[in-house]
């Protein structure tokens, strides 16, 4: 969902963007793997049609290979289109600072506690609330 659709200056617009980039990302990897199993099925050969009329003289692996192609082009599409859109989403977390960047990581995206994100960055539980405060407010610039 583009950043525009997401941004309407609530919180829960920010919890709907990273809930759509945890979606996309999930969806992006399946997609990496069924390229994978495309590929795989693509150049794998299939046993012999027995019953069949042997009048067609074409190559029978011609179609399987276009097939798979078109299967692994119309993939690659589809992540390329999930892609472009946790782009804007991307583009706010590049704005951020390190510090920041990795609280929106570890407590929001990953679903740390507030007590392991402060342990995993050696801080206060109160400066990751605080720090955590600063991005819905950044959000909603």
Not at 21 to 38: A, G, N, P, S, T
Request: aromatic letters at 12%.
């Amino acid at each position: 969902m583009p950043l525009n659709q997401l941004k309407n200056g609530s919180k829960n617009s920010l919890v709907l963007a990273i809930n759509n980039y945890r979606k996309v990302v999930k969806k992006i990897e399946f997609l990496e793997k069924q390229i994978k199993y495309y590929e795989t099925k693509m150049f794998s050969i299939g046993g012999p049609a027995y019953g069949t009329d042997v009048r067609n003289v074409s190559n029978p692996y011609d179609n399987k290979l276009i097939y798979w192609l078109d299967k692994i082009a119309e993939t690659q599409k589809e992540i390329h289109f999930l892609s472009e859109s946790i782009n804007d989403f991307l583009k706010f977390c590049a704005m951020l600072n390190s510090f920041t960047k990795k609280v929106l990581t570890l407590n929001m995206i990953e679903r740390y506690t507030l007590l392991e994100t402060a342990k995993a960055l050696n801080t206060t539980s109160n400066k990751v609330s605080k720090t955590k405060h600063r991005i819905f407010l950044e959000w909603d610039k």
